[in-house]
C-alpha cells in the first residue's frame, strides 16, 4: 500500500513540474485540459523525444558559463601612425594642359635616381632619346658650345647645370636617328653599327657607352595617326626599362598634333602620372608661337618645328633639367 502511495505521489509530482515547465514557453491550458487533468491524475505524461524535466534540472543544478561570463581577452590593437599620408593632388592627366612647365619631381623619382648612382652611373651624364628634332643643331647642343647661349641675370643659375652636364648637351646620342619611334628604339635594325654591338637596340647602346643617371624621352612626331593604343604601350615599355636600370626618366610633350585632339600628348601625360616620373609640358612653351611653333610649310605644316621653337625648347630643357637634377641630388 505504502509502495502504491509512493508512485502515486511521484507521478503527480512529475506531472506538476513538467506543467511548471511548459508555462513559461506554451499558452495556458484550456478549461478541458485542466478539467483532464484533475479526472485522470492517475494518467503519467506521453513520452517525449527531449527529457524536459530532467535536462532543467541538470542545467539548474550545473549552471553554464554563458557569453557574458566567458573571460574576455585584452584586444590587440595596430598602433595609428604617428604621421598624415601625403595625398596625392596630382592633376589628373587628362588636364595635361594645365600641368607646369617645368617638371614637379616626387620622392619616387628620387630615388629612382639615388639606385641608380648606388649602381655606378655617371652623376654627370644624361642621354636623349628622340628623333631629327632631338639631335644637337636643333636641341640642347649650343649649351656645349661657348659663348653661344646667354642665361640672362635671372637665369644665371642654371649655369652650375650646363657645368655638371658639360659634354651631354652636344654629344650625338645612339638613341636619336631620323624618323626614331618607341618601337624602333628596341629595334638592332636602328642601331649605329659603327658603335653598337651585334643585336643591340640604340637604347641598349646609349646606355652601355653613356651609362646616364637620367634619360629625356622625346617622341610621338613619327607615330601613325589613331594608333594611341600601341604606343601606349610601347612608351611603357621604354620607361620600364630605364626604371629597371635606375635610369630616371623624364618625359616630354610634343609641339605637333598629328594625330588630332593631342591624344599622344594625352597618354605620354598619364605614362608620366602612372610611374610617377618628371613631365617637362613643351607644348604649353610654344603655345604662343603662330601655329603653336609647328613649321606651316614643312612636312605639310604638322610636325616640325619652326627656329624659335626650337630655342625654346633647349630653353626649357634647360629649365627641366635644372629642376629635376636639383631636386634628386638635394643632401
Known amino acids: 500500500m505504502r509502495a502504491k502511495t509512493l508512485l502515486l505521489y511521484v507521478t503527480l509530482l512529475a506531472m506538476v513540474l513538467l506543467a511548471a515547465c511548459g508555462a513559461s514557453?506554451?499558452?495556458?491550458?484550456?478549461?478541458?485540459?485542466?478539467n483532464q487533468i484533475e479526472t485522470e491524475p492517475s494518467q503519467p505524461?506521453?513520452?517525449?523525444d527531449t527529457p524536459v524535466i530532467a535536462a532543467t534540472a541538470t542545467e539548474?543544478?550545473?549552471?553554464?558559463?554563458?557569453?557574458?561570463?566567458?573571460?574576455?581577452?585584452?584586444?590587440?590593437?595596430?598602433?595609428?601612425?604617428?604621421y598624415t599620408p601625403t595625398p596625392d593632388t596630382r592633376l589628373d592627366a587628362y588636364y595635361w594642359r594645365n600641368w607646369p612647365l617645368v617638371p614637379e619631381v616626387s620622392k619616387n623619382a628620387r630615388q629612382i635616381y639615388l639606385r641608380g648612382l648606388e649602381q655606378g652611373h655617371d652623376p654627370n651624364a644624361f642621354s636623349k632619346v628622340g628623333d631629327c628634332q632631338s639631335q644637337p643643331p636643333v636641341f640642347f647642343g649650343i649649351y656645349d658650345t661657348e659663348d653661344r647661349y646667354?642665361?640672362?641675370?635671372?637665369?644665371?643659375?642654371?649655369?652650375?647645370?650646363?657645368?655638371?652636364?658639360?659634354?651631354?648637351?652636344?654629344r650625338e646620342s645612339l638613341a636619336v636617328r631620323n624618323g626614331l619611334s618607341v618601337a624602333s628604339v628596341f629595334s638592332p635594325l636602328w642601331a649605329?653599327?659603327?658603335?653598337?654591338?651585334?643585336?643591340?637596340?640604340?637604347?641598349?647602346?646609349?646606355?652601355?657607352?653613356h651609362n646616364p643617371s637620367i634619360v629625356i624621352i622625346s617622341l610621338g612626331t613619327n607615330w601613325q595617326p589613331g594608333a594611341e593604343l600601341s604606343f601606349d604601350e610601347y612608351l611603357r615599355e621604354l620607361v620600364e626599362y630605364a626604371i629597371d636600370r635606375n635610369v630616371l626618366p623624364i618625359l616630354v610633350t610634343k609641339a605637333d598634333n598629328v594625330e588630332g585632339d593631342y591624344l599622344l600628348n594625352e597618354v605620354i601625360?598619364?605614362?608620366?602620372?602612372d610611374y610617377d616620373i618628371p613631365l617637362w609640358n613643351?607644348?604649353?612653351?610654344?603655345?604662343?608661337?603662330?601655329?603653336?611653333?609647328?613649321?606651316?610649310?614643312?612636312?605639310?605644316?604638322?610636325?616640325?618645328?619652326?627656329?624659335?621653337a626650337w630655342d625654346i625648347k633647349s630653353f626649357t630643357g634647360l629649365e627641366a633639367l635644372d629642376a629635376v637634377w636639383t631636386a634628386v641630388s638635394a643632401e
Open 25 to 34: 514557453s506554451t499558452p495556458a491550458p484550456n478549461s478541458d485540459s485542466a
Open 45 to 48: 505524461p506521453e513520452a517525449t
Open 60 to 82: 539548474a543544478d550545473n549552471p553554464q558559463p554563458t557569453a557574458t561570463e566567458a573571460p574576455v581577452e585584452a584586444a590587440t590593437l595596430t598602433p595609428a601612425p604617428d
Open 150 to 170: 646667354y642665361l640672362g641675370e635671372d637665369y644665371e643659375f642654371m649655369q652650375r647645370t650646363i657645368d655638371h652636364f658639360a659634354g651631354s648637351f652636344g
Open 192 to 209: 649605329d653599327q659603327e658603335f653598337c654591338d651585334s643585336g643591340e637596340t640604340p637604347i641598349d647602346c646609349e646606355f652601355r657607352l
Open 269 to 273: 601625360a598619364q605614362v608620366a602620372y
Open 282 to 308: 613643351f607644348w604649353a612653351a610654344v603655345q604662343h608661337l603662330p601655329n603653336h611653333g609647328v613649321d606651316p610649310e614643312k612636312k605639310g605644316g604638322l610636325i616640325y618645328l619652326v627656329p624659335e
